[in-house]
C-alpha cells in the first residue's frame, strides 16, 4: 500500500515541508485541511528575503523574493499586480520567470484584496529582509498606504528586521510611519525619495530624530533639495550619498559649512549633478571648480563624481583622488579617470572635440609636466 504525505509521521512532514518557500506553502494549504491546520501550527520560515511595492492612483504591484532552499533549487521573485476590473479585481501574477496568470476575485475592490493578501504575507515573515521597498505616487490619497501599512505591522508580536529600507514618499510624515514599523537595529541602509516635484522641500526634521535614522550606517537621498535640518544629523552615517537635480551656488555654500563644521560628510565620495532649475545646463556651460577644491575637506575626498557639467579647474586639484568619473548625459559620454589612467567609453575622432568638452581635465598626454608629483592623466 502506497503511503501519502498525510500518513508520514510528523517529524518527516516538519522535514520535507521546510523546503517550502511562501507560494509553496500557499498552495500547499489549499490541498486539504490537515495540511492547512499542520502549516499553521508549525508556522514555517517561508524563506522571504525581500518585499517591495509600487503604488499608484489605479493598481498597486507587490514583488517579492525568496532565497534557494537547497543547491539544486533557486530562489524566485514573485510579482503581483492588482488593478480595477469591471465587475470586481483582477490580480496578475507571475509563479514563475515565464508563466503568466490571472485571477479575478469578483464583487471586491482591487485594494481591498490587496490588503488582505499583504496581511497574510507580513505575518509569515520570520527573518530578518535583506529589502523592504516602498513607492507611493499616489498622489489623490497621500499616507492612506503608510496607514494601512502601520497598521497591519502593528499586529505582529515582534517588529519585523530588515537591512535596508526604502521609501518613496510625497511627505516626511508617510517616511516616518513606515519606518517606525520595523525593527532598527538590524538596519544599514536607509533610501530615502522625494516623489513630489524636484522642486519641493521635505523638511525631515522628525525623520533624523528616529533610532533607525541613527542607527543606519548609509544614507542614500534622491530628487531632494538639500534637507533643512542641521549637519550634525549626518555626522554617523559611513557613506551619505545626496543626489540633486539642482546644484546651484547655495549648495556648494551647504556643503562648504558641513565641511567646516568638522564632520566628514563627503568621506567617500562627492556626486554632483548640475542643471537649472528649468533645463539641463548647455553643453559648453561650465562650473568654476575652483569654488569647490578650495573647501578644507575637499582633500580628504577618495572619489569623485560629477555629471551633466563641464569642469573647469587644474589637474593638479584632482591627484589625490583614486577614482574620478565625469559624465555629459547630452554626449552620450562617459569619461572615468583612475591615478596613472584614462578610460574613454566612446571615443572621439576629433581630439579638438574633446578638449572642448572636459577642457583642462583632458590633457595632452605628451606633456610631462609635474603635478603634485605624478600624472594622473596617462593613456
Known amino acids: 500500500m502506497t503511503k501519502t504525505l498525510l500518513d508520514m509521521p510528523d517529524v518527516a512532514i516538519t522535514e520535507i515541508m521546510s523546503f517550502l518557500d511562501y507560494m509553496s506553502i ?6 486539504c485541511w490537515k495540511l492547512r491546520n499542520f502549516l499553521k501550527a508549525v508556522q514555517f520560515d517561508p524563506r522571504i528575503r ?6 499608484r492612483e489605479d493598481r498597486i504591484i507587490a514583488t517579492m523574493s525568496t532565497e534557494k532552499v537547497w543547491n539544486g533549487m533557486e530562489g524566485r521573485s514573485v510579482r503581483l499586480q492588482y488593478m480595477t476590473k469591471e465587475d470586481g479585481c483582477k490580480v496578475t501574477w507571475q509563479p514563475t520567470r515565464h508563466e503568466q496568470k490571472v485571477t479575478i476575485v469578483k464583487n471586491e475592490h482591487y485594494k481591498d484584496v490587496f490588503w488582505r493578501d499583504l496581511k497574510i504575507l507580513l505575518t509569515s515573515v520570520r527573518t530578518t529582509l535583506r529589502s523592504f521597498s516602498v513607492t507611493t505616487h499616489n498622489s489623490i490619497h497621500q499616507n492612506v498606504f503608510a496607514t494601512k501599512l502601520e497598521k497591519i505591522l502593528k499586529l505582529r508580536r515582534e517588529a519585523i528586521q530588515v537591512e535596508t529600507i526604502s521609501i518613496d514618499a ?6 516616518a510611519q513606515i519606518l517606525q514599523c520595523f525593527d532598527s537595529k538590524p538596519l544599514v541602509w536607509l533610501v530615502i525619495n ?3 516635484s524636484t522642486d519641493a522641500v ?7 530624530r528616529l533610532d533607525h535614522w541613527k542607527q543606519a550606517k548609509h544614507v542614500t537621498m534622491d530628487s531632494w533639495r538639500f534637507p533643512s535640518v542641521q549637519m550634525k544629523h549626518f555626522a554617523h552615517f559611513q557613506i551619505s550619498d545626496i543626489h540633486y537635480t539642482n546644484f546651484i551656488a547655495h549648495k556648494i555654500k551647504i556643503v562648504k559649512e558641513v565641511s567646516n563644521s568638522g564632520y566628514h560628510f563627503f568621506h567617500e565620495s562627492f556626486e554632483m549633478d548640475y542643471f537649472t532649475d528649468q533645463n539641463p545646463v548647455p553643453l559648453k556651460t561650465t562650473l568654476e571648480m575652483n569654488v569647490i577644491v578650495q573647501i578644507e575637506h575637499w582633500k580628504n575626498i577618495e572619489e569623485f ?8 579647474a587644474s589637474v593638479r586639484n584632482f591627484a589625490h583622488i583614486s577614482r574620478l568619473k ?3 548625459m547630452t554626449m552620450f559620454m562617459t569619461t572615468t579617470i583612475y591615478k596613472n589612467h584614462v578610460y574613454d567609453y566612446k571615443k572621439f ?5 574633446l578638449d572642448n568638452i572636459f577642457g583642462p581635465l583632458i590633457i595632452d598626454p605628451e606633456d610631462d609636466g609635474e603635478r603634485n608629483g605624478s600624472s594622473i592623466l596617462q593613456e
Open 26 to 31: 500557499q498552495n500547499t494549504k489549499k490541498t
Open 50 to 55: 525581500s518585499i517591495s511595492f509600487y503604488e
Open 170 to 175: 510625497f511627505n516626511p510624515t508617510e517616511v
Open 194 to 196: 522625494n516623489t513630489q
Open 202 to 208: 521635505m523638511d525631515i526634521t522628525e525623520i533624523v
Open 305 to 312: 563624481y560629477v555629471e551633466g557639467l563641464v569642469v573647469n
Open 326 to 328: 565625469t559624465k555629459i
Open 349 to 353: 575622432e576629433d581630439k579638438e572635440q
